[in-house]
């Protein structure tokens, strides 16, 4: 498979050309001018450069410069028309879809597809399949796929394409088998890192470099962006921040071990502590279905929030209050610009929040909190597939 990109990126100025399309990944466009100072080299060299990639289709002119005084000059971006690019965020029982195009705007979003993705090389094809057949509905074409990126649960290698979560066998990585089901070539990440990575280039953060985004869900995984680069690790298991053994609540953790942050402070945590109250007779509307013996779920809690439910606000609130000390601890630790927390528990914010922001003041050393702005998600349950779409690009032309 001849990968786009690769022929023009291995001729002449390949390194140039490289920084300029780096330069305009979060959709930014530049004049001749102001590339030639970017790259420290002269404008005849620059408009050569600039004249190959637009003649290869991946930069665009995107019109006259408008506020300028004097002569206006064209201002160059990547060229949206250059291709698509498909995220797949992989849940439990559905999937969430996104494409991007070349620019990083979102074109198409869809969640809560029905599939259940098992660690089989048929699963792993079923759901080529599955998304492919979504892909059909939007109509997509002429504009080609370019890449795809996948995020997984649990512990991803993306530089060797292996999923711990979706083993298949030591032969094939789990990547291999999504390349031959696409046809496309294939990027998988980490759920939080992908999230981080859509995060950040959404936006959210500015000009920020340093960004740590807390995934809220279920359980609690953490994605870092450092000084401008999505950090992995030496193999990819970075950010198990769920696994911290901060608390000392004697709770076993569903990784074996005992106090971890996850076990206090994630959607699990909240599904533990209502129960504890309902069990102890405490009111709730949730409270009948507890007494029928009816499996309540993380939804019907969220759900039990928005309709003001005090028992599980409370529990919420409890939830906040314990993620901010980590968020504290976070803030001494690496001094970033920003703080996002994202993941499901996001839509409890109202109540989340100020216990949060409390224990960050209360814990963290004022100094480096005060440099650190907390946020909300901005792309909310779009954070995960569209972060993975958008990765693909990085990826791909980071080659
Ligand atoms: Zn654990």
Request: proline share 3%.
């Amino acid at each position: 498979m001849e990968v786009f990109l690769d022929s023009l990126l291995k001729s002449r100025y390949a390194a140039e050309k490289k920084t300029i399309l780096a330069l305009c990944e979060k959709g930014n466009t530049f004049s001749l001018a102001d590339l030639a100072r970017e790259l420290g080299t002269s404008i005849p060299k620059i408009t050569r450069i600039v004249g190959e990639l637009e003649q290869a289709g991946v930069l665009s002119d995107w019109g006259k410069q408008e506020s300028a005084a004097g002569r206006r000059p064209s201002l160059y971006g990547l060229n949206p028309g250059a291709g698509v690019f498909v995220g797949v965020e992989v849940g439990q029982k559905e999937i969430a879809l996104a494409v991007t195009d070349f620019t990083g705007r979102i074109i198409q979003f869809q969640d809560g597809i029905a599939y259940t993705l098992t660690g089989t090389e048929e699963s792993v094809l079923g759901l080529c399949a599955c998304v492919k057949k979504q892909l059909r509905k939007y109509h997509l074409d002429p504009a080609p796929v370019r890449g795809v990126g996948v995020n997984l649960t649990g512990r991803v290698n993306y530089r060797t394409g292996y999923s711990y979560s979706y083993y298949i066998s030591e032969e094939k990585p789990i990547r291999d088998i999504l390349e031959e089901g696409f046809g496309w070539p294939v990027f998988i990440e980490n759920d939080s890192r992908g999230m981080a990575f859509g995060e950040y280039m959404s936006g959210i953060a500015g000009d920020a470099r340093t960004v740590l985004f807390l995934n809220v869900g279920w359980g609690l995984g953490m994605g870092m962006v450092l000084d401008g680069k999505l950090f992995a690790g030496k193999s990819g298991f970075s950010g198990e921040i769920g696994h911290f053994p901060l608390l000392d609540n004697h709770q076993i953790c569903r990784c074996g071990k005992v106090g971890c942050l996850e076990t206090g402070a994630s959607g699990q945590a909240l599904h533990r502590l209502i129960g504890e109250q309902l069990a102890k007779g405490h009111p709730s509307i949730l409270s009948a279905a507890y007494a029928g013996g009816r499996e309540i779920t993380l939804n019907d809690i969220l759900d039990a929030v928005e309709k003001e439910d005090v028992t599980a606000i409370e529990c919420v609130e409890q939830v906040g209050s314990t993620l901010g000390r980590a968020v504290a601890g976070l803030i001494n630790l690496f001094n970033p610009d920003v703080v996002v927390i994202g993941g499901r528990l996001c839509v409890t914010e109202q109540y989340l929040m100020p216990p949060l922001l409390g224990a960050v003041n209360r814990l963290s050393l004022n100094l480096v909190s005060n440099d650190t702005v907390i946020k909300v998600s901005r792309l909310g349950n779009k954070a995960g597939a569209v972060g993975a779409s958008l990765l693909a690009k990085h990826r791909l032309l980071n080659r």
